[in-house]
């Protein structure tokens, strides 16, 4: 494939800013959500006439005190008063409905995300590719931060749209025709006070974009390097009694250290980028501070406007704060205040964006194995594992498990034995050939550090399952067989137990789930190496006794299980070699 086709390959599996903002609105939540945004809609625009009123009512209200008329004020001062309630009132409304249209888009593309991260594994894949860093950041974080962003701005530009439309009818009124002559010529300019608000925006927005636009790589990478020091905390957290035998404190400290410095030094970009960007922005609006007075003296010295005409144009005196030339400019400059707001923006739909990109990635790259669920039996034809690179790693011709055989797979570290196992659950695409599960198994793995949740020990116990499919009896039996009598009576307790339980209770917990869940098969891999010989021995033939029916493969180096195999898979043997174990099924052996 060329390079062209390779990018055109990869910008078809990143979806487009457009459907990642849309998912929601076409969802099955659309229409209350429409719902809440129409009620949204309308208080803005019940903002912005309150706004126009408001401009006209505060220059009446000049006009009434220049004339020093008390009949006609009285009226006008409960008028502003009205207006000066409702505005707060209006913003409240809208908050609360806002906050619950937020809630619900936050919740539908929460569930999305976490819905494809953990359906086909993709969690694991990503990880095992290094495809994507801090997955959990990107549900947890940026979606609640893009959600936030887009839904404010979104109905910021409607206010804009409408308030510049309005305050422009009310400066096109005010503005009436400045008439000037320049070498002779007689000029006219209709809507002068219109003009200027647009042309003193446009300067001011291209000032903005010159001093700011460095933030939006700058912000991105913010991003990525605060995740990476999370990371690293909540990696010496997690392993904190491993790195204390190791007293690796000082190193830890030293990389924590580092990744912080990196954290800094992107803050101190970003603070001199901000304060540039604000500086620009504040020395652009107080040079041209008294710009809008400027440009209504001619006309108020003219005699076309009143005083209150020339308040509601810039504001004070008595008037509205800001007037319509302040309010026109204010909206218009919306996109220069919301300048880093929208460098952030930009940044997170990136990084949401490459989420999307990774799965699909993954959806889209073929399994190199032929995997089929049906008939009896376990079955793998002219299996060859790869390493990720494509190295050759493990070459087997035939194998058939039947039902409630109990297989060994030996062989040195890095033959194959966990690829083995990982290629049959479908979790490692590198490779090819046949691998065949029966459809109607139900199929358990149990690594050599199996997962524990937080939470109940009962609900611990019977992960993945609900703890409610199986009674307390069951449970406390479960955990006396495997010799942890003295968690029995701790099923209710909530803990974080993959730090209470030590390595070989949580082990054993791991088997007493096979006694509660019956599975089909089970693949043990390493599943015993913190127990000791004799508690290993025990665990494993009370699960042999207790599930006939189970098909029990497993991964050891230790030779006191070899006898509690019917047959042996050897790795180690070119090609690898199968036999029935001695002590079991007699002596005859023959090669896969």
């Known amino acids: ?14 979806p487009s800013i457009g459907r990642l903002v849309m998912g929601f609105w076409v ?11 129409a009620v949204c809609v309308s208080i803005t625009l019940g903002g912005v006439y309150v706004a126009v009123w408001a401009n006209k009512a505060g220059g009446s209200l000049v006009d009434a005190l220049v004339a020093r008329n008390w009949a006609t004020l009285f009226p006008v001062l409960v008028l502003n008063f009205l207006l000066a309630l409702a505005t707060p009132v209006l913003m409240i409304i809208g908050s609360v ?36 860093g801090n997955a959990d950041q990107r549900i947890a974080q940026d979606v609640a931060q893009f959600v936030d962003i887009t839904l404010n701005n979104i109905l910021n530009i ?20 400045l008439s000037f002559s320049v070498f002779g010529l007689a000029l006219a300019i209709p809507g002068y006070l219109l003009l200027a608000a647009f042309a003193y925006t446009f300067g001011q927005l291209a000032v903005v974009h010159w001093a700011g636009k460095s933030l939006i790589g700058l912000n991105n990478h913010k991003q990525t390097v605060e995740a990476e020091f999370r990371f690293l905390a909540m990696r010496l957290r997690e392993n904190a009694e491993q790195i204390a035998f190791y007293r690796g ?9 580092g990744a912080f410095m990196r954290v800094r030094s992107n803050w101190v970009a970003i603070i001199r980028r901000t304060c540039r960007l604000m500086f620009a922005r504040d020395a652009y609006s107080e040079a041209f501070s008294l710009l809008p007075l400027l440009l209504a003296v001619p006309r108020y010295m003219s005699g076309d406007i009143s005083l209150g005409d020339v308040a509601r144009i810039r504001g004070g005196l008595g008037g509205p704060a800001g007037g319509a030339f302040g309010a026109m400019t204010g909206v218009l400059s919306l996109f220069v205040q919301i300048y880093p707001t929208f460098t952030l923006w930009l940044a997170l739909v990136n990084r949401l964006r490459d989420f999307s990109w990774a799965i699909n990635k993954l959806d889209a790259k073929p399994n190199g194995f032929k995997l089929q669920r049906g008939g009896y039996r376990l079955i793998c034809r002219d299996v060859h594992l790869l390493k990720p690179l494509g190295q050759p790693l493990l070459r087997l011709r035939s194998l058939e498990i039947s039902q409630g055989q109990r297989w060994l797979i030996k062989g040195a570290s890095g033959r194959g034995k966990s690829t083995l196992l990982r290629a049959i659950a479908g979790l490692w695409p590198h490779g090819s050939g046949l691998i065949r599960t029966p459809s109607h198994w139900q199929v358990m793995f149990v690594p050599q550090r199996s997962y524990t949740p937080t939470g109940t020990l009962k609900a611990a116990l019977c992960y993945p399952a609900e ?15 495997c010799r942890l009598p003295q968690c029995a009576g701790l099923l209710h307790e ?19 789930r096979l006694l509660l869940q019956r599975p089909n098969l089970v693949f043990l891999d390493e599943a015993t190496s913190a127990l000791d ?60």
């Open 97 to 132: 409905f806002r906050q619950l249209l937020e809630l619900r888009w936050r919740t539908w593309l929460t569930r999305h995300y976490v819905e494809r991260w953990t359906q086909a594994n993709h969690f694991f894949e990503l990880e095992r590719e290094g495809m994507l």
């Open 249 to 257: 404190a000082e190193t830890e400290g030293q990389r924590l250290s």
């Open 467 to 481: 703890a409610a499919q199986f009674s307390d009896a069951q449970c406390e039996q479960a955990l006396r067989d």
């Open 533 to 592: 010989a004799e508690t290993e021995i025990a665990v494993y033939r009370h699960v042999l006794a207790q599930l006939p029916a189970t098909t029990i493969v497993s991964i050891s180096h230790r030779p006191a299980l070899d006898s509690l195999h019917e047959h042996v898979l050897d790795l180690d043997a070119s090609p690898p070699f199968s036999f029935n174990h001695p002590q079991r099924e007699g002596a005859s052996g023959y090669s896969f």
């Open 27 to 37: 969802s099955e939540e659309k229409w209350l959500a429409y719902l809440l945004f």
């Open 1 to 14: 494939m060329s390079a062209t086709e390779q990018r055109t390959d990869s910008s078809a599996l990143r």
């Open 158 to 177: 409607i206010q804009v749209v409408v308030s510049a439309v309005s305050f422009g009818v009310v400066l096109w009124g005010l503005s009436g025709e």
């Open 494 to 512: 909530e803990a974080a137990w993959h730090r209470k339980l030590s390595g070989g209770e949580q082990q054993r917990l791991a088997f007493a």
